[in-house]
């Protein structure tokens, strides 16, 4: 039944294939056959991993394994405080994955929660209320208004119905519904006006339909296996760390038996050794990578929370940082959300009009609507009147002398968004709807139905009745035999009936929903039925649309200037996406930019991701479309961001590399499937995620060479003094005090730092790019080398001046921690040196070092740590050879990086 194009046939048809009577429904001894042959109307949920073991299962990675293995031995060597921190950092970060894969499991259980809790059936010719869960394929359900859809449906009775499915074809207006069958087996989920979908719901009209599917063989169900087959990935950056962890742990170990097999060659004693050769591996392994990643990303939560996104996966932030795709759903993301009139046509004229939503300010430019004798006045006129929206502030109505209050107030409307449009065109003109109904008062409506497309109400006014009309173009204009001008009421021509369907065609292909207005006297007997609506002034015509975001069109700039292919998603027509990304800028003239869902329905995955990179625009797609254009994308070697809200987006939003909710609008299935809820539900806030996401690259880079450096220049110490025969220039404790002063505070404060001037105006990173790449690795070894050699220069300088063994470890000692502490500000910009970033523009950090200062000098000042760290107090000469030992390269390094940048012109000086 499942493979059935059921909105083709006729639902007489459809009910035959069944096997069911349109007006009495099944038998129960039919229905309880079905009902085992086919199992409940419920969608399945795979089952989730216990708990505890999801817990557990976040200690499996290899690093971390490392580093409870360097806690057994800290705390064997005593340093009880690091295993403690290295034991808090791990439980920490399991405590943060365990809830990230907690939530996403939750994902299905919010789809469920959208089915129906129960239906109206017919059975038996009897009309019953049963759990939505026992309806069968070839029930006959009867909706009202306000109703759930509880299962897959053709409709067999639709009365002035209109389903909202925005949730899962992303249609952005109520879909209106009829029994007619279709033609086109390939016609898109949101254009088959004959079928009702398990999870939607009607807001307006009632009907009848028979079940064509029930469970995981619905759309709603199709949706639920797809979300369950999507697997999760690492990020990138998970990627490149898990890469970077094992291969410094295997040379930190290589080089720490070098170091212990030739002290012992020759002749140290082996207990000093082995420990020696522990403590340089705990210092050498980084544990404190974990920690900077997380305080990091952190950070950019924070930062992110400030600019309208909430993130609920920390990695989420730094992928986007290496986004190359944003794929982007049209309504509220790109687009205002609110229809606004663009257009007016009327006695010949194409007048523009501006302002944007729904606020009542704008210009009309061509023609002057307070004209009262002038047909754009009339027309503006007959909006506001046959109009049931209102206009709102803060959500209240407000009308006559309390438009004023609350200026600041953001505009709304209450009611049918396309009434909205219009009602707020009116007010532009200071039209109101409350002061012309000062002197005339409605006295009747023909509401808006599918077949007739259009809407009429009677007003008496002082002159007698009028009708006043709106709908459908087409519809309105075959009933209009005059046409109101400046010059008063002329006849109506053929001629001039096929120069305003031009006019109305013209609109319709700049995506502008078009409405007709037209008015009539009425004679006082004259009945209020259909009959109004005969014999029509035409008026003039109002063509609205969606308009985009500013700042959605400056995002989108952003976007091409790093590098960011902008890709539009959405479920409405090809013509609305198309004008609409023509505005956006996501559509430059490209040949073949746009493809419809249609056009995706015959094209094979191969060929799909051949052409993928050609296309900017996707319009009328099913939830099946966007997971197969992410995964295109994805083949093609792309990081993809996609956005979404509603139930259809939630499989290509998990599948995505980071997959971004809309707050406001979205449903809780897409929210928990996503790594990024938006707040405002625009799509800038994601190009601001996107600068977020590199600085905190750049930043994490910034770690791992002030960390790398560091450690580098420890094990070369310990090493080259040992190969060279030297005394040992470091004892074990004072290594690990070492990497206890300077792997912490300072290395925490580069996590916070803010990002680098033009950090947009770059390409993405590739995916697969070493975190070593662009010249880190070289920096790394010659920075790491400099500290090591500095080390031992003024270890065996102290030697030779005579300095006890004593004086020249606590030098050596010294020496290797102002090293990293003043190589930890060279290390806040791979461009720029000291000089141009500024000492003093990231107080943090500024602080992270003094407290680590103090904390080395209190080992070589204070009597009873002197004791413990086998210190003893420096000199002035001393002090003055380690400081310009230590600080000399970065103000060297620095001075060449400002000659260098000034000669090229990019240098900028940072304020403090």
Known sequence: ???????????????????????????????????????????????????????????????????????????????????????????????????????????????????????RVLREGMEQRIPATDVVPGDIVLVDTGDRIPADVRWIQAVNMQVEESALTGESHPVTKSISPLHDEFTPMADRQNMGYMGTALVNGRGAGVVVATGMDTEMGVIAGMIQSVEDEETPLQKRLAELGKWLVLISFLVCVAVVVTGILRGEDFYKMFFTGVSLAVAAIPEGLPAIVTVALAVGVQRMVKRQAIIRKLPAVETLGCATVICSDKTGTLTQNEMTVRQIYSDGRRISVSGEGYDPKGEFQGADPEKERDPLNSALKIAALCNNATLTKKGVQVAGLFRSKGKDAPWGIEGDPTEGAILVAAAKAGIWREVLERKQKRIGELPFDSDRKRMSVVYETKQGRKAYVKGAPDMVLRLCQQELTRQGVVELSNERKRSIMRANDEMARHALRVLAVAEKPLADAEPLDEGVEQGLTFVGLLGMIDPPRASAVKAIRVCRQAGIKPVMITGDHRLTAEAVAH?????????????????????????????IMDISVFARVTPKDKLRIVRAYKKRGQVVAMTGDGVNDAPAV?????????????????????????????FATIVAAVEEGRGIYDNIRKFIRYLLSCNLGEVLTMFLATLVGLPLPLLPIQILWVNLVTDGLPAMALGVDGSEPGIMNRPPRKPGESIFARGLASKIAVRGTFIGLGTLLVFVVALFMGVNML?????????????????VFDCRSEERGIFEVGIFTNLYLVGAVCISTIMQLSVIYVAPLQVIFKTTPLVSWQWILILCVAGGPSVLIGLARLLKNSWQGKTVIAKG
């Open 1 to 119: 039944m499942r493979q059935q194009a059921w909105h083709v046939l006729p639902w007489l048809d459809v009910a035959k294939a069944l096997d069911v009577h349109p007006a009495k429904g099944l038998n129960l001894k039919e229905v309880r056959r079905r009902l085992q042959e086919v199992g409940k109307n419920v969608l399945a949920v795979k089952k989730g991993t216990h708990p505890v073991f999801l817990f557990l299962g976040q200690f499996k990675d290899f690093m971390v394994l490392v580093l409870l293995a360097a806690t057994v031995v800290s705390g064997l060597l005593g340093e009880i405080a690091d295993a403690i921190t290295i034991l808090a950092i791990l439980i920490i970060n399991a405590i943060l994955g365990f809830v990230q894969e907690f939530r996403a499991e939750r994902s299905m259980e919010s789809l469920r929660s959208l089915t129906a809790p129960e239906a």
């Open 583 to 611: 505005e956006l800028g996501i559509l430059r003239g490209e040949n073949g930019g746009v493809v419809s869902g249609t056009e995706l329905e015959r094209t094979s995955d191969q060929e799909l991701s051949e052409r």
């Open 654 to 682: 998990k599948e995505a590399d980071i997959g971004v909710a809309m707050g406001k609008t979205g449903t809780d299935v897409t929210k928990e499937a996503s790594s990024m809820v938006l707040g405002d539900d625009n």
């Open 807 to 823: 004086g020249a470890r606590t030098m050596a000692f010294t020496t290797l921690v102002f090293s990293q502490l003043f190589h």
